[in-house]
T-cell receptor
Framework: KAGVTQTPRYLIKTRGQQVTLSCSPI?????VSWYQQTPGQGLQFLFE???????NKGNFPGRFSGRQFSNSRSEMNVSTLELGDSALYLC???????????FGPGTRLTVL | QQQVKQSPQSLIVQKGGISIINCAYE??????FPWYQQFPGKGPALLIA?????SEKKEGRFTISFNKSAKQFSLHIMDSQPGDSATYFC???????????FGTGTRLQVTL
């Protein structure tokens, strides 16, 4: 069974731009969560989606948003990029919301 | 507010030795405690997880010990191997939400 896939794997943007990251969960998984990983702040929860609905949101500004499609695929968007948004963005999927989460390889975003 | 404290930050163990990583939590609502292993350039991989109704869980060379009254849990890696060299994260989750709260990570190096 294929794992969680994330595209693109690497991305370079400049301040003020916006970016969209994509995540395809493991087949059959209906819950998708997003995390930001940085050396300074570690792994921080962004939001989770289940059945196309955002179920929980972390402590991030409104510039960070996401959505989930009917096939469980998810996208996250960051608008008006700041230097501090440079990070590894990780997507994790699980069968249901309370079941074990499996992570993808991440998208490395660099903001110049 | 850091809800999961992890120590040590880094650890060097000789091949064949026992690696021990500790975590402590504050939120008594947490009811699921996974450990993840992350190699450079990869996403975190689920290693082993425990719920507070058991005090110990073993899978191969990996063991979680859980102390509910002390609100602490630890990962023991027996017969540590150079291939175990990675960063390890403890995490915690409450209820039916997917959101994981992570520790700050422990960089393990297993020397020959």
């Amino acid at each position: 069974k294929a794992g969680v896939t994330q595209t693109p794997r690497y991305l370079i943007k400049t301040r003020g731009q916006q970016v969209t990251l994509s995540c395809s969960p493991i087949s059959g998984h209906r819950s998708v969560s997003w995390y930001q990983q940085t050396p300074g702040q570690g792994l921080q929860f962004l939001f989770e989606y289940f059945s196309e609905t955002q179920r929980n949101k972390g402590n991030f500004p409104g510039r960070f948003s996401g959505r989930q499609f009917s096939n469980s695929r998810s996208e996250m968007n960051v608008s008006t990029l700041e230097l501090g948004d440079s990070a590894l963005y990780l997507c994790a999927s699980s069968l249901e919301m309370e079941t074990p989460q499996f992570f993808g390889p991440g998208t490395r975003l660099t903001v110049l | 507010q850091q809800q999961v404290k992890q120590s040590p930050q880094s650890l060097i163990v000789q091949k064949g030795g026992i690696s021990i990583i500790n975590c402590a939590y504050e939120n008594t609502a947490f009811d699921y405690f996974p450990w993840y292993q992350q190699f450079p350039g990869k996403g975190p991989a689920l290693l082993i997880a425990i719920r507070p109704d058991v005090s110990e869980k073993k899978e191969g060379r990996f063991t979680i010990s859980f102390n509910k009254s002390a609100k602490q849990f630890s990962l023991h890696i027996m017969d540590s191997q150079p291939g175990d060299s990675a960063t390890y994260f403890c995490a915690a989750r409450s209820g039916t939400a997917s959101k994981l709260t992570f520790g700050t990570g422990t960089r393990l190096q297993v020397t020959l």
